[in-house]
């Protein structure tokens, strides 16, 4: 893939328009100029493929408010994510954690159990 690109950079560097090029190496001219300006930054390590994964999740639940939420669950086991978070609410923290993250906490962690929906949904028709 990085000689693919490399390939398609030279060209657009030895003075062929980038549309052209695009077009004969089948991507966007978007993606050809990434990798041009990639390629004058980093040279051929910036031609390889990069992780999109986010460098920073800023609304992630906090380890203690994890840890919390788990501890609550141990020791009321009959509470769901609902009572949870009404008790979290109560506790002095700057944000309480909502329902569903509370859910899926407990999900991520273990301490739910998958059961089937005990009511069939009905769906009205319009």
């Known amino acids: 893939m990085v000689e ?8 657009v560097l030895g003075g062929s ?7 004969r190496f089948g991507t966007s001219r978007q993606s050809l100029d990434t990798w041009r ?5 980093d040279g ?3 031609l ?3 992780s999109r994964r986010p460098h920073t999740s800023p609304t992630k639940v906090s380890a203690e408010v994890e840890a919390l939420i788990c501890r609550l669950r141990r ?3 009959r509470w769901g994510a609902r009572r949870i978070s009404h008790e979290l609410a ?3 923290l700057a944000v309480a954690p909502s329902r569903a993250t ?4 407990l999900t991520r962690n273990g301490m739910i159990d998958p059961q089937a929906q005990q009511h069939q949904r009905k769906y009205k028709r319009w």
């Open 4 to 11: 693919y690109r490399y390939r398609a950079v030279c060209e």
């Open 17 to 23: 328009p980038i549309t052209e090029v695009a077009v």
């Open 37 to 41: 300006r990639r390629f004058k930054a």
């Open 44 to 46: 051929m390590a910036g």
């Open 48 to 50: 390889a493929d990069r």
């Open 75 to 77: 020791e009321h086991p």
């Open 90 to 92: 109560s506790h002095d």
């Open 102 to 105: 509370v859910h899926r906490v």
